[in-house]
């Protein structure tokens, strides 16, 4: 089975581009929901956060209110770093174990900070998902009312958009409209099946 890395930068269209593949009938193993679910209220990961960053960071339900605490890790490395270290081996993991019970031929693995982060797993290819900054800006507000300001330095502490397609073994340009993106996905879609 082929394992398709997909990666892109805030506000590329990573998400809509997972849902295509998904109604294609391919599995799509998301590391951002394997860490969301991981730090849900009662685990190890959860208790280990609340205990390391303090009750603060909770919402008024007792979740990790996750905002404030990328906030708070984007501004501070070694917390950052710390939070990485908890999560990252444990995300690995199950990725690995999710991979090997599917029964397709291929999957998609999408790993927001898949250069970043440098998540030791094997890869057969690295779609990336890429548009036009302004394009970035506009999304990202839209989602999270974000300021201009704080997408632009989300945007600064990503790796360079030149790199992430230089390391792209493929690449959906994503600055029309999501009929043009659904078509893009279906001629890759077309593609791996045909390398498999």
């Known amino acids: 089975m082929l394992k398709i890395g997909l990666t892109g930068g805030i506000g590329c269209g990573k998400s809509t581009v997972t849902k295509y593949f998904t109604k294609l009938k391919i599995p799509v193993i998301d590391a951002d929901k394997i860490a969301h679910d991981l730090t849900q209220p009662g685990t190890i990961a959860y208790k280990k956060i609340i205990s ?21 890790v984007f501004y501070n490395p070694q917390k950052r770093i710390w939070l990485e270290n908890l999560l990252h081996p444990k995300i690995l993991t199950l990725m690995k174990k999710l991979a090997s019970k599917i029964k397709a031929p291929y999957c ?3 790993i927001p900070l898949l250069f ?3 998540l030791m797993i094997k890869l057969d290819r690295i779609l990336v998902i890429d548009c036009s900054q302004k394009n970035q800006i506009n999304r990202a507000r839209k989602r999270d009312y974000s300021s201009i300001k704080q997408i632009k330095e989300i945007i600064k502490t990503q790796t360079k958009r030149k790199i992430r397609l230089q390391k792209a073994d493929d690449v959906i340009q994503n600055n029309t409209s ?14 791996y099946l045909s390398i498999t």
Not at 52 to 72: A, D
Not at 178 to 191: A, C, S, Y
């Open 178 to 191: 999501l009929e043009n993106l659904k078509k893009e996905v279906k001629k890759l879609h077309d593609f």
């Open 116 to 118: 970043e982060t440098k």
């Open 108 to 110: 998609i693995m999408s």
């Open 52 to 72: 390391h960053f303090g009750t603060n960071f909770l919402t008024p339900q007792k979740k990790i209110n996750r905002r404030k605490l990328r906030e708070v």
